[in-house]
């Protein structure tokens, strides 16, 4: 920590020039890898890492009771776990700002560009399917949002519906894959100074004032933001951001 | 012509050092409402932040080993060496020193402290300290020639009354501070304090 | 029963305004006695009460910040504020992360590197709620903190903007942020026209985006003009006051 403290200044000289401290470009990602299925116990699972950042998503069904004035629509729930495993910083105890910022973007970019069909998820009287996404925060070096979304989204990919049978959900059991209608990924921006880069280190984050993370689905459309940190933007940056932000969907959806 | 200014008002072209103002891109803004005529720009409110050469009235919150910690009506507060101070003080005593130093993070360093006699002390925002004071201290000598008492103003907007007819003279004081703003201040607070006056003995003439 | 189709009908919205018409805003500062600065902002039919406390010092101490003021930014809503019933009391998930973004509003409008270890708090509390209460609160914040006198870069305004069906439209209501189709709360920096705040819903392209921004900053004056005349009016209220106080 005090190390990245330290290192505030070194890392805003090379930004002003256009640098990195790992010598990648402005807007390249570091090495992405998505392992699906490594929890089997959930219905669905995958592990994302970008760089050194690993984010872990197991996703549960249930049957729940759903809200009042959508009664046949299914539940999706995202939460976020920033596990003291994952960072010096990270303490255990009921979720702060951030792990809670983290899973409602998620979630965000995942509802409005309905990922998952939840008409029709009735079970049976008054109960309807639930979809519990949960992101566990396993190693934090920068970037968190875009790591768990690619975690979550590959898990929803890999995810497997059981069967309810009265009323009741049998695990272990698969009445196929999750249909899903769209794709989402995520990408961060971070502004050092007056640069912006894409898929920032813990210690870029925490050299930088402002973020903008973008949720990108298909044909062209953004379907989340969420703008971070003191620095302002410009509304040129802003659609300037939206333009990368589409470029680099092609790479990750490539790992998904 | 006195008009208002809002936070974000270009208040000039170039970088110029003006209260309630900030520079930006070469520019000077304001950053506070403030009242503006022709160059002259007074914040409706602020925030008194230790200044060197300040005198101020600091109240003693804390007694030290080495010395006190003094509470100065502001966010941040000074401390006085024992080596610079000749009263003993206890906790609560009013204290009227100067600042010698403010370090990076707005602490002040105090020094030639004078123990203040057991009066009224009000705090009030410290952009009020010119108005209480009056051009070379005319509204200082009126408060005083009317009440008797013994005023003392710092710098930080708290100001101590002792002595004389310190009732009128806080009650004043108090005018000012609400009427800081307007014009034909002056005037009134005199008409104020001669009504005052007129009804009760004159300062001076009480019990004793 | 509101449904879509109702929202927009032959160029007008549900409650008869044009795609750029705000509801009407009304904002008063000063509000509140014990507060440093205080403001009511009273937007069609929601109400937002903003409340301003220091600068301060920092509990616990190692907390502060040597070289700038942190910012305690807390957006919360009445139990009572909504049109549904009873809501918990306390923080929830949603006011916790708008209490995050805002926070990061004012930390950036704010000159916080005058006040070194220090802590401002702003309070945002909902009083009754009909969509967009939160750029109704940030509106709000920003004229109390003027109120505060605490030096600000500028007033930091907050407007959305949103896409029901294909119609661009500024300044959503209750209906048409739950039943339209995206919905972008921003804030904006009006002298610099940056950017502060910027979240968003629903599927957007790139032009609608553009779009959205271009009518925001639009409407972002006519916001401004009224948190001025709400501190104007503030000061010619005291000054009214101190000429009657002639008679104290």
Same mark, same amino acid.
Not at chain 1, 129 to 149: S, V
Not at chain 2, 165 to 170: G, P
């Given at each position: 920590?005090?190390?990245?403290?330290?290192?505030?200044?070194?890392?805003?000289?090379?930004?002003?020039?256009?640098?990195?401290?790992?010598?990648?470009?402005?807007?390249?990602?570091?090495?992405?890898?998505?392992?699906?299925?490594?929890?089997?116990?959930?219905?669905?699972?995958?592990?994302?890492?970008?760089?050194?950042?690993?984010?872990?998503?197991?996703?549960?069904?249930?049957?729940?009771?759903?809200?009042?004035?959508?009664?046949?629509?299914?539940?999706?729930?995202?939460?976020? =776990?920033?596990?003291?495993?994952?960072?010096?910083?990270?303490?255990?105890?009921?979720?702060?700002?951030?792990?809670?910022?983290?899973?409602?973007?998620?979630?965000?970019?995942?509802?409005?560009?309905?990922?998952?069909?939840?008409?029709?998820?009735?079970?049976?009287?008054?109960?309807?399917?639930?979809?519990?996404?949960?992101?566990?925060?396993?190693?934090?070096?920068?970037?968190?949002?875009?790591?768990?979304?690619?975690?979550?989204?590959?898990?929803? !990919?890999?995810?497997?519906?059981?069967?309810?049978? =009265?009323? !009741?959900?049998?695990?272990?059991?698969?009445?196929?894959?999750?249909?899903?209608?769209?794709?989402?990924?995520?990408?961060?921006?971070?502004?050092?100074?007056?640069?912006?880069?894409?898929?920032?280190?813990?210690?870029?984050?925490?050299?930088?004032?402002?973020?903008?993370?973008?949720?990108?689905?298909?044909?062209?459309?953004?379907?989340?933001?969420?703008?971070?940190?003191?620095?302002?933007?410009?509304?040129?940056?802003?659609?300037?951001?939206?333009?990368?932000?589409?470029?680099?969907?092609?790479?990750?959806?490539?790992?998904? | 012509?006195?008009?208002?200014?809002?936070?974000?008002?270009?208040?000039?072209?170039?970088?110029?050092?003006?209260?309630?103002?900030?520079?930006?891109?070469?520019?000077?803004?304001?950053?506070?409402?403030?009242?503006?005529?022709?160059?002259?720009?007074?914040?409706?409110?602020?925030?008194?932040?230790?200044?060197?050469?300040?005198?101020?009235?600091?109240?003693?919150?804390?007694?030290?080993?080495?010395?006190?910690?003094?509470? @100065?009506?502001?966010?941040?507060?000074?401390?006085?060496?024992?080596?610079?101070?000749?009263?003993? %003080?206890?906790?609560?005593?009013?204290?009227?020193?100067?600042?010698?130093?403010?370090?990076?993070?707005?602490?002040?360093?105090?020094?030639?402290?004078?123990?203040?006699?057991?009066?009224?002390?009000?705090?009030?925002?410290?952009?009020?300290?010119?108005?209480?004071?009056?051009?070379?201290?005319?509204?200082?000598?009126?408060?005083? !020639?009317?009440?008797?008492?013994?005023?003392?103003?710092?710098?930080?907007?708290?100001?101590?009354?002792?002595?004389?007819?310190? =009732?009128?003279?806080?009650?004043?004081?108090?005018?000012?501070?609400?009427?800081?703003?307007?014009?034909?201040?002056?005037?009134?607070?005199?008409?104020?304090?001669?009504?005052?006056?007129?009804?009760?003995?004159?300062?001076?003439?009480?019990?004793? | 029963?509101?449904?879509?189709?109702?929202? #927009?009908?032959?160029?007008?919205?549900?409650?008869?305004?044009?795609?750029?018409?705000?509801?009407?805003?009304?904002?008063?500062?000063?509000?509140?006695?014990?507060?440093?600065?205080?403001?009511?902002?009273?937007?069609?039919?929601?109400?937002?009460?903003?409340?301003?406390?220091?600068?301060?010092?920092?509990?616990?101490?190692?907390?502060?910040?040597?070289?700038?003021?942190?910012?305690?930014?807390?957006?919360?809503?009445?139990?009572?504020?909504?049109?549904?019933?009873?809501?918990?009391?306390?923080?929830?998930?949603?006011?916790?992360?708008?209490?995050?973004?805002?926070?990061?509003?004012?930390?950036?409008?704010?000159?916080?590197?005058?006040?070194?270890?220090?802590?401002?708090?702003?309070?945002?509390?909902?009083?009754?709620?009909?969509?967009?209460?939160?750029?109704?609160?940030?509106?709000?914040?920003?004229?109390?903190?003027?109120?505060?006198?605490?030096?600000?870069?500028?007033?930091?305004?907050?407007?959305?903007?949103?896409?029901?069906?294909?119609?661009?439209?500024?300044?959503?209501?209750?209906?048409?942020?739950?039943?339209?189709?995206?919905?972008?709360?921003?804030?904006?920096?009006?002298?610099?026209?940056?950017? %502060?705040?910027?979240?968003?819903?629903? @599927?957007?392209?790139?032009?609608?985006?553009?779009?959205?921004?271009?009518?925001? #900053?639009?409407?972002?004056?006519?916001?401004?003009?009224?948190?001025?005349?709400?501190?104007?009016?503030?000061?010619?209220?005291?000054?009214?006051?101190?000429?009657?106080?002639?008679?104290?």
């Amino acid at each position: 920590m005090i190390l990245e403290q330290i290192k505030q200044g070194f890392i805003r000289e090379l930004a002003d020039k256009g640098q990195r401290e790992d010598g990648r470009g402005l807007l390249d990602y570091r090495a992405i890898k998505v392992t699906k299925g490594f929890a089997p116990n959930a219905e669905g699972s995958a592990l994302a890492e970008i760089g050194r950042s690993k984010v872990l998503c197991g996703i549960k069904f249930d049957v729940m009771t759903p809200f009042a004035d959508r009664p046949t629509e299914g539940v999706v729930m995202v939460n976020a =776990e920033f596990s003291p495993v994952a960072h010096p910083e990270f303490r255990a105890g009921p979720p702060d700002e951030k792990s809670i910022e983290l899973a409602r973007v998620v979630d965000r970019g995942i509802r409005s560009a309905k990922v998952v069909n939840v008409d029709n998820m009735l079970v049976t009287e008054g109960k309807v399917q639930g979809i519990f996404i949960d992101l566990y925060i396993l190693d934090h070096d920068g970037n968190l949002i875009d790591t768990a979304a690619l975690a979550a989204m590959a898990a929803l !990919k890999d995810a497997k519906v059981p069967k309810f049978e =009265e009323g !009741k959900i049998v695990r272990g059991t698969s009445s196929g894959s999750l249909p899903l209608k769209d794709i989402v990924v995520s990408t961060s921006f971070e502004k050092i100074g007056k640069t912006i880069m894409v898929d920032a280190t813990d210690a870029e984050e925490i050299a930088s004032s402002g973020r903008l993370s973008l949720g990108t689905a298909n044909d062209g459309k953004v379907c989340s933001s969420q703008k971070s940190g003191s620095a302002g933007f410009s509304k040129d940056e802003y659609l300037q951001m939206i333009d990368w932000a589409h470029e680099k969907r092609r790479d990750l959806l490539a790992k998904i | 012509m006195k008009q208002l200014v809002f936070p974000g008002d270009k208040v000039a072209d170039e970088p110029r050092r003006i209260p309630g103002c900030y520079i930006e891109d070469g520019k000077t803004y304001a950053a506070n409402v403030s009242l503006q005529s022709d160059d002259h720009v007074v914040p409706l409110k602020g925030y008194y932040v230790p200044k060197t050469g300040d005198d101020v009235i600091g109240i003693v919150e804390e007694e030290r080993f080495s010395g006190y910690n003094l509470a @100065l009506n502001s966010p941040y507060g000074g401390s006085l060496s024992a080596r610079d101070t000749r009263d003993e %003080l206890k906790l609560r005593d009013a204290v009227y020193v100067k600042i010698l130093a403010v370090n990076e993070v707005k602490e002040a360093v105090l020094i030639e402290p004078q123990k203040l006699q057991p009066g009224s002390m009000i705090a009030v925002d410290s952009v009020k300290v010119p108005r209480i004071i009056g051009r070379n201290g005319s509204m200082l000598d009126t408060l005083a !020639k009317f009440t008797g008492s013994r005023i003392t103003v710092g710098k930080n907007g708290v100001v101590h009354v002792e002595g004389g007819n310190a =009732e009128l003279a806080m009650k004043a004081i108090e005018k000012i501070c609400r009427e800081s703003h307007t014009s034909g201040l002056t005037e009134r607070i005199t008409q104020m304090l001669e009504q005052e006056t007129r009804n009760a003995p004159r300062a001076g003439e009480q019990n004793g | 029963m509101v449904e879509k189709a109702d929202l #927009f009908k032959n160029g007008k919205r549900l409650d008869g305004r044009g795609p750029m018409d705000l509801r009407p805003l009304k904002i008063t500062a000063g509000v509140l006695e014990r507060a440093q600065g205080s403001a009511l902002v009273e937007w069609g039919r929601n109400k937002v009460l903003a409340a301003v406390y220091g600068p301060h010092e920092v509990l616990p101490k190692h907390l502060a910040d040597p070289t700038k003021a942190i910012i305690n930014a807390r957006y919360i809503m009445a139990p009572f504020s909504g049109q549904e019933e009873h809501g918990r009391s306390g923080p929830n998930r949603r006011s916790i992360e708008i209490s995050k973004v805002a926070k990061h509003v004012f930390e950036n409008a704010v000159l916080v590197d005058q006040f070194p270890k220090t802590m401002i708090d702003v309070h945002m509390e909902v009083l009754q709620s009909d969509g967009g209460t939160r750029v109704a609160g940030i509106t709000a914040g920003a004229v109390a903190l003027a109120d505060a006198g605490i030096p600000l870069r500028d007033l930091p305004v907050g407007l959305s903007a949103g896409l029901i069906g294909e119609h661009m439209v500024l300044d959503l209501d209750k209906y048409e942020d739950n039943l339209g189709d995206s919905d972008m709360p921003m804030v904006i920096l009006p002298r610099t026209g940056e950017i %502060l705040l910027s979240q968003m819903d629903g @599927l957007l392209s790139r032009e609608d985006i553009s779009k959205a921004f271009d009518m925001i #900053f639009q409407g972002a004056q006519k916001v401004r003009d009224k948190q001025i005349e709400a501190l104007r009016t503030s000061y010619e209220r005291m000054a009214a006051q101190a000429a009657q106080g002639e008679t104290q």
